[in-house]
């Protein structure tokens, strides 16, 4: 009688083990956690591969989509991943993608999930700047597992782009790190170009005021074309500084459009296309 209640009570500890463990593989353990499969990892690295594996020369035409500001907006990303491939296929080639910032709202894992599941479609690559809403809860630390450093440069037919997080309230040190900016920017004589790339733009109220002048002054040194930001969920082109320095402010998605610049030789020119 007791060995056949102990078969019994082995049988319930396997069966309510065998449960939980199986409900367990359907329950996310906290909105925080940052669980990633490995093709959801690294992703600016990988497409960095991509976009050096073109082997574009200074003297070919470069040409790259802009978008910006995408969260909560769904069904536009779905709708301007596909106007984005349509162009690439139909009118002119486009090289890469980048993405100015506000992947997400909350800065939530599920959010980085969903943005990416639409835009793994393009069928160029692409690339994602952090943006301030990206930053919240453990935001940055997703960001990146998924898309790597917040400050990273990269060379391309003879133009060579910084992109800078700028995300100055988000964070308890100086942001932008200028000293990276200074670096990176130190050898644009090498280059035909050089692109500079935020999410808050150095003329906003969310970009620190202490290092504002410093940055509009490395653009000017450095003869940048475009300094080239979202943030502001309007579409822009101005002087904010009246000091001859052209900045280009990316739309937000929601107002259905996106921007292609083409780069020919040391002449740069934009388009603003809606969707």
Not at 39 to 45: I, P, T, V
Not at 49 to 56: D, Y
Not at 65 to 89: C, H, M, P, T
Not at 109 to 138: F, S
Request: charged share 20%; aromatic share 12%.
């Amino acid at each position: 009688m007791r060995a056949l209640f102990l078969h019994w009570c082995r049988l319930l500890l396997l069966s309510c083990g065998y449960l939980l463990l199986n409900s367990c593989e359907q329950i996310d353990f906290s909105p925080y956690q940052v669980i990633l499969e490995s093709e959801q990892r690294d992703l600016n690295k990988k497409n960095l591969a991509r976009i050096a594996a073109l082997s574009l020369q200074p003297q070919d035409t470069l040409r790259f989509g802009l978008i910006s500001d995408n969260q909560r907006f769904y069904n536009e990303l779905e709708d301007v991943v596909k106007a984005l491939n349509a162009y690439s296929a139909q009118e002119k080639r486009l090289h890469f993608v980048i993405n100015c910032g506000d992947l997400t709202d909350f800065g939530l894992q599920e959010e980085y999930v969903w943005q990416l599941n639409r835009t793994k479609k393009l069928k160029m690559p692409y690339l994602a700047i952090i943006g301030n809403h990206d930053c919240v809860a453990n935001g940055k630390k997703i960001y990146q597992a998924m898309y790597g450093p917040m400050d990273f440069t990269f060379e391309i037919a003879g133009s060579k782009f910084v992109v800078l997080n700028t995300n100055s309230l988000e964070f308890s040190y100086p942001v932008p790190e200028m000293e990276y900016m200074r670096q990176t920017m130190a050898n644009s004589h090498e280059y035909r170009n050089l692109f500079v790339l935020s999410h808050v733009p150095p003329f906003d109220t969310d970009f620190n005021k202490d290092l504002k002048a410093e940055f509009a002054q490395l653009l000017r040194i450095h003869q940048v074309p475009y300094s080239i930001h979202g943030h502001q969920h309007n579409f822009s082109f101005s002087q904010p500084f009246q000091d001859g320095q052209d900045y280009l402010v990316v739309d937000t998605i929601q107002n259905r459009n996106f921007i292609v610049v083409t780069v020919v030789g040391k002449q740069v020119s934009f388009q603003k296309i809606d969707f």
